[in-house]
């Protein structure tokens, strides 16, 4: 039995809409997320959000999956800045960030913590 208060986390998408080293976007109580599934890390699941403060737009689950110096990245389509996805930290301007999620798997399920946002920063 999970020991956890699993009313604080919201079901988002099942293991089988993920693809591996990449990203989906799924709509929560705190808005749209971008999930990335990364099998060979062990984390395996990120959850940031999907909006990209420098570019305006929601399209950080359709972002390029990498990683700089051992850090899981995703670099925004649109003018491919690298946000962390375990801080949310944009690596090229330290002012600059997106909210990071806690996410787990259970049952085949993708869970994200309702409570589990961290703040995020904009660029000025």
Known sequence: ??????????VVCSRSDLVP??????????????????PD????????????PVGGASVLAR????????EPVVASPLYKQHFSLRSGQCLEDERVS???FEVRLDK?????????????????
């Open 98 to 100: 997106v909210s990071c």
């Open 63 to 70: 972002g390029i999956v990498g990683d700089v110096q051992g």
């Open 108 to 124: 085949g399920q993708v869970q994200l913590r309702a409570h589990g946002r961290k703040k995020a920063s904009r660029a000025a």
């Open 1 to 10: 039995m999970n020991t956890e208060h699993d009313s604080q986390w919201q």
């Open 21 to 38: 080293e990449a990203g989906v976007a799924v709509w929560t109580q705190a808005g749209p997320v971008a999930i990335f599934y990364l």
């Open 41 to 52: 890390t062990p984390e395996q699941i990120f959850a940031i959000e999907h909006y990209d």
